[in-house]
């Protein structure tokens, strides 16, 4: 009697049966992860990472949701240093002009900035009119000093 013969099909019904309806598992047994790379060498239905075992589809949806993220926070974080900038700009300019003090400085380069009173910033030299609003809200903690951009 011939031993059966352990095809793609096969091993999809038996991993369907350890993941599940998950996209992925945890499996810490190496021998197990090794069977299924060698039976799907061409990883057309599953990956393995690690001691995870993945299905395909779900780990190319994971690495585009990570790339797509990351492509996210850098505009983010463009955005908030462009903003920051023009801030440090203003309250320099309005410190210059004036002897008030830091809070009321911060508080109206903050007002110029959020009211986009681009005129009011040209008198300074500042331009403010090409600078996006913030996407999300981002409060800048520096030192004891908390505000929103």
């Known amino acids: 009697m ?6 793609l099909p096969i091993l999809a019904k038996f991993v369907d049966l350890i993941i599940g309806y998950q996209d992925f598992k945890q499996i810490d047994d190496n021998n197990l992860l090794e069977l299924i790379k060698l039976v799907d060498n061409e990883e057309k239905l599953y990956h393995v990472e690690n001691n995870i075992l993945w299905y395909k589809k779900a780990w190319l949806k ?6 797509r993220k990351k492509r996210e926070s850098e505009i983010v974080n463009s955005i908030v240093d ?13 410190a210059e002009l004036s ?34 609003d913030c996407p999300v809200n981002y ?6 000093t908390e505000y929103k951009l």
Request: proline share 3%.
């Open 2 to 7: 011939n031993s059966p013969l352990l095809t």
């Open 82 to 94: 462009e903003r920051k900038r023009a801030i440090k700009e203003l309250q320099f300019k309005l």
């Open 139 to 144: 409060i800048v903690i520096d030192g004891s």
């Open 62 to 67: 994971d690495i585009d949701n990570i790339a």
């Open 99 to 132: 002897g008030l003090e830091e809070d009321k400085l911060l508080n109206m380069a903050l007002s110029i900035l959020h009211k986009r009173k681009v005129d009011t910033a040209k008198l300074f030299n500042v331009d403010i009119e090409n600078i996006p």
